[in-house]
């Protein structure tokens, strides 16, 4: 029988197998610019439709009815995208700052970004090398600090009132744990997100066998615990040569968050058949903000 991280490893190898051979990888140069955020549907259209007449009216020929017709749709079209991108642009950014009018915080980072004052690059000086020394003296002084503090008191729990061990799931609480899961990725996962919910009914039984081995033996396979780091800089005004300036950002692969969301279902609902929690924690828990803890004073 194969463990937790034999498991992991036939998934990551089958799943790369079948991509090299149906849709091989490929490396292509390209820049890298994110989109804006008042992109959607209608404006992809457009845009792949503004460019479809620019081919066909650069394809058209010498000078001709046909070309001169060719030409004058693609400048109409053309006509048409910038009055959409500038009427898509414009209710953005004014409904943007009407819904942050009473942050100001939140309304000055829309400012700076409508006024192109973004992100500070990265400094060439600062590397993986000299960020990992930082955040490993820095673990390392606060484990110092606190070697001398009292160990930790608690409560104990009312007789009868045991977690000894999970329930184990079953594919359609995988089903639909992964198709609850955002569209991101990291570089750990050999798969896309969105195709692995397109064909999670193929895999769940599979990944069910996996997710219940981890809940049995109370283990997290090696692999999982892997996390792919960035660092990025904690705010736009701050020292990029510094390496206190950087907040390391870890991610996770998809099949480690759809195991942490399968444990913490069925924590939290433990937690709260027995009253556990505390009534005015509210951090990590659905239906309770700041707000709930204002309102309950």
């Known amino acids: 029988m194969l463990d937790g991280d034999e498991l992991v490893k036939l998934y990551d190898d089958t799943v790369t197998t079948l ?3 149906h ?3 490929k490396i292509v140069t390209r820049r890298r610019r994110p989109s804006n955020p008042w992109c959607d549907d209608k404006y992809r259209c457009a845009k792949r439709s503004l460019r ?3 081919r066909v009216a650069r394809r058209a020929g010498p000078l001709s009815d046909t070309t001169l017709a060719a030409v004058s749709t693609w400048r109409l079209e053309r006509r048409r ?3 959409l991108i500038h009427g898509k642009r414009s209710e953005y950014w004014t409904t943007r700052v009407e819904s942050e009018r009473l942050q100001p915080s939140r309304l000055w980072q829309s400012f700076d970004h409508v006024m192109g004052r973004g992100r500070a690059p990265v400094a060439a000086d600062i590397d ?4 990992r020394r930082f955040f490993d003296d820095k673990v390392s002084s606060v484990r110092d600090a606190t070697a001398g503090a009292p160990a930790p008191k608690f409560t104990a729990a009312p007789i009868g009132c045991e977690l000894r061990f ?3 799931v079953t594919p359609a609480d995988v089903i ?3 198709q609850e899961l955002s569209d991101k990725q990291c570089c750990l996962d050999p798969v896309p997100t969105w195709l692995l919910k397109a064909n999670v009914s193929l895999l769940a039984p599979f990944l069910c066998r996996l997710f219940n081995w981890s809940l049995q033996y109370g283990t997290v396979p090696s692999s999982m615990k892997s996390a792919y780091v960035t660092p990025i800089l904690k705010k736009a005004d701050f020292d990029s040569s510094d390496a206190k300036s950087y907040r390391p950002i870890s991610n996770l692969s998809v099949l480690s968050k759809s195991l942490e969301r399968l444990v ?3 924590l939290v609902a433990y937690l709260r058949e027995n009253d556990l929690l505390p009534d005015r924690q509210s951090a990590y828990r659905a239906h309770h903000s700041t707000e709930t803890a204002v309102l309950s004073e």
């Open 19 to 21: 991509l090299d051979r």
């Open 23 to 25: 849709v091989p990888s």
């Open 52 to 54: 479809s007449l620019e």
């Open 81 to 83: 995208y910038f009055d």
């Open 128 to 131: 993986a090398s000299v960020l």
């Open 166 to 168: 999970f329930r184990p």
């Open 176 to 178: 639909k744990v992964v």
């Open 264 to 266: 913490s279902q069925q």
